[in-house]
C-alpha cells in the first residue's frame, strides 16, 4: 500500500486528526476517535455504523475491480501464458486467498450477497477451528477403565510395552 492519509471528516463536538496510514500500519487508532467521551452512545454508534457500512463499499468496489482486472489478463493483456492469479499476486499486496476471495465476489451476480456469503463462512470456518484447538469444550473426565489401562500402560517397562503392542498387533490384524 502506497502512502496516503485517510481524513475522517470532524464533528462539532471532537477534533479528529488525519489517521496516517504507512505500510498497512495506522498510527493513531480510529476507533479512539469513535469512542470519545464526548461523543453520545448514539453518535458514536452512528459514527461507527457510518464507517462499517464506507469500508463494506470499499470491499465491494475493488473485488468488482479486481475481477474485472482479472478479465483483463485473462483475455491477454498481460501477455501470453500469464496466468491471472501470478500476476495479481506480484503486482497486488494481498495474500492469495484474500485474492481468490474477492475476485470470486466480484464475480458473483450478488456482490453484496456473496460477501456476506464469504463472511458467514468465515466465521463457521472460525468456528471450527476453534473446536479442533479445544477451545470451546471441555475435556471429559477419562471413565474408570480408561484410567485403570492407562496406569496399567504407565507400570509397564518399556520392553512390556513393546511385547503387548507386538501382541495386540498380531491378535488384531484387521486394523492395521
Not at 464533528?11 to 496510514?21: I, K, N, Q
Not at 501464458?81 to 503486482?91: K, L, T
Not at 479445544?134 to 475435556?139: E, L, N, Q, V, Y
Request: aromatic share 4%; charged share 25%; with cysteine.
Amino acid at each position: 500500500m502506497a502512502h496516503s492519509d485517510i481524513n475522517l471528516p470532524h464533528t462539532p463536538t471532537s477534533s479528529m486528526p488525519a489517521l496516517a496510514v504507512s505500510d498497512s500500519v495506522i498510527t493513531e487508532s480510529a476507533a479512539d476517535h469513535l469512542v470519545q467521551p464526548a461523543l453520545s452512545l448514539e453518535e458514536a454508534a452512528a459514527k461507527i455504523q457510518h464507517s462499517a457500512k464506507a469500508a463494506d463499499d470499499r470491499t465491494l468496489r475493488n473485488a468488482i475491480a479486481l475481477a474485472a482486472l482479472k478479465k483483463r489478463i485473462v483475455n491477454g493483456e498481460a501477455g501470453r501464458d500469464v496466468g491471472w492469479m501470478a500476476w495479481m499476486s506480484q503486482h497486488i499486496e494481498l495474500s492469495v486467498p484474500q485474492l481468490y476471495a474477492l475476485v470470486h465476489i466480484g464475480e458473483a451476480k450478488d456482490p453484496c450477497r456473496a460477501l456476506e456469503e464469504w463472511r458467514r463462512g468465515n466465521n463457521e470456518r472460525s468456528k471450527d477451528r476453534g473446536k479442533r484447538n479445544g477451545r470451546r469444550r471441555k475435556a471429559e473426565p477419562l471413565s474408570e477403565p480408561h484410567q485403570q489401562m492407562i496406569k496399567f500402560i504407565l507400570s509397564m517397562s518399556p520392553a512390556e510395552v513393546k511385547a503387548e503392542h507386538l501382541r495386540l498387533w498380531k491378535q488384531y490384524p484387521k486394523y492395521h
